[in-house]
């Protein structure tokens, strides 16, 4: 069996999105701190990892949300690592109202091991195996699932630009990954805005789009400076749910850096149960959705 580590956090308040729930790229900034926790609990600290000249980053993220967690909610965090090979290993995470066995969230992340001086991936040493599976490494590790392609983009792609700046950056000296959440919501209210139904027009309709599932491809990173393009377009329209696709692209070399499929829930704010996306919104955003 793997070693388990679990950490609570209390949401605060500055931490919320607008509806009031615990904002998307909070849920991987928790997840992260348990990461480093569970880490250090097995003997391999951010000092260690220092001494070594190696860290961990993150390559992909795949995060379910399985219900909103609101202000003053505890949040239990329970992690292990799913497997490991030559330089890669991923890590499980299970989320839950601290207290009970309701559950919040979901989640996987897969992470390379790298030299810090050159970036580049390096074998992860045999005794992490002994470390995080202290019982011995199990006979088969489970199946990876691959992320999804992105069908290509219709005549009515949405574009933003922005700028990576002094906040987004973190101590491995480039954009933290749980900021790209950040850029790819903000591309999100652009574009929403952009085919006629503002934020404001969705909530006098009673109606909000709820993210269900964020599968995030961490490719190349941004650092501080670079000019960033995002760009977004929809598939996979169903009943009261349809896939948004971001990528985001460095300006000067038009290197791709992220890809992020994003399934979202067309929700009752009443009720906060699915509804029907409404007709107009669909015959609106039609330039915007890929065959």
């Known amino acids: 069996m793997p070693l388990t580590h679990t950490r609570n956090f209390r949401v605060r308040y500055y931490e919320c999105d607008a509806f009031g729930h615990l904002n998307n790229a909070n849920y991987l900034r928790y997840m992260q701190e348990?990461?480093?926790d569970a880490s250090a609990a097995a003997g391999y600290g951010l000092d260690r990892y220092a001494q070594m000249g190696c860290h961990w980053l993150i390559r992909e993220t795949d995060i379910e949300f399985l219900r909103p967690v609101w202000y003053g909610e505890t949040v239990e965090i329970k992690t292990w690592v799913m497997d490991f090979f030559r330089v890669r290993s991923r890590r499980a995470y299970e989320s839950y109202l601290a207290g009970t066995d309701a559950p919040v969230a979901k989640a996987l992340t897969d992470w390379v091991f790298v030299d810090t001086k050159t970036n580049?991936?390096?074998?992860?040493?045999q005794t992490f195996a002994q470390a995080f599976y202290p019982e011995g490494l199990p006979s088969k590790f489970p199946?990876?699932?691959?992320?999804?392609?992105s069908p290509g983009p219709p005549a009515g792609v949405f574009r933003m630009q922005r700028q990576v700046t002094w906040q987004d950056i973190d101590n491995a000296h480039h954009v933290n990954n749980a900021n790209y959440l950040n850029y790819v919501e903000e591309c999100g209210m652009q574009v929403i805005?952009?085919?006629?139904?503002?934020?404001?027009?969705?909530?006098?309709e009673g109606v909000a789009i709820l993210i269900r599932r964020h599968q995030i491809?961490?490719?190349r990173p941004a650092v501080l400076d670079d000019e960033?393009?995002?760009s977004t377009w929809v598939s996979d329209v169903r009943r009261s749910t349809a896939v948004r696709h971001y990528t985001i692209h460095r300006v000067r070399d038009n290197a791709l850096l992220t890809r992020v499929h994003s399934l979202g829930v067309w929700v009752d704010l009443a009720s906060q149960r699915p509804v029907r996306i409404p007709e107009q919104m669909l015959a609106d955003f039609a330039p915007n959705i890929a065959d």
């Open 34 to 36: 348990t990461a480093f």
């Open 120 to 125: 580049l991936p390096v074998t992860i040493p």
């Open 143 to 149: 199946s990876r699932e691959a992320t999804p392609e």
């Open 193 to 204: 805005a952009a085919y006629g139904w503002p934020i404001q027009r969705m909530l006098a």
């Open 217 to 219: 491809q961490y490719l």
């Open 228 to 230: 960033l393009v995002i």
